[in-house]
């Protein structure tokens, strides 16, 4: 009969000790994030990586509780994974790269047939930069994909898988995309897109390029 309220003590001192090991770790974290902001250093990338992801939503709900833009965890997020994994992606050969555009990127007026195989079947119409992208990586032998959705990466990649793939996307689906990617061992890049929204969106092409084509 005694044993009952003894149980909820202990619950209760377990979920204090538990509450105390989250705000330790989330003021450790942002002690990080903000080295990395203000210094523009990434310090310990693998230990950092590993708290932004356990703490991920914790942390967003701080930056806007905070008036701060929470794009900036997702950011950090991607330049450490490029920093982490960006070696083994200059390392592969080029003709096992392969380039997903997210589908935001085409034009309103894009005529391009959608499939969940291939994605949009860009017909390099010329009314957004995929066209005259694509035609580049045509010459190249590289493939490129517009992606439907997020998980259209991953049946691509049952498809090619000794692939190394060069994302481009906006902060949270890059983000994800990544993180689901680097479980797989799979060598990636990221390039933010620098107009986001859901229609008609933006990226730098000759950093895409830039980056497509470096071989270290
Ligand atoms: S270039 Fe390709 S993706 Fe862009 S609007 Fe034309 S067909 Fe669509």
Known sequence: MNDLPNFF??????????VIVLIILII???????????KKKIIRPRTTLFLVDTLYFPLKRLFVSLNLDESVVDQIE?????KILGEEYFSSNLKNRIVVFPYCLRSTECKAKVSPEVGVNCIKCGKCKIGEFKEICDQNSIKVFVAPGGSFVKRVLKKHPASSVLLVACHVELNEMMRILSTKKI??????LTKTGCIETDVDMDLVKEILFEVR
């Open 187 to 192: 060598p990636e890049y990221g390039v933010l």
């Open 28 to 38: 450790i974290t942002s002690i990080l994030l903000y080295t990395i902001i203000k």
């Open 9 to 18: 003590a202990v619950l209760g001192v377990i979920f204090v000790i538990a």
């Open 78 to 82: 991607i330049n450490i994974r490029n």
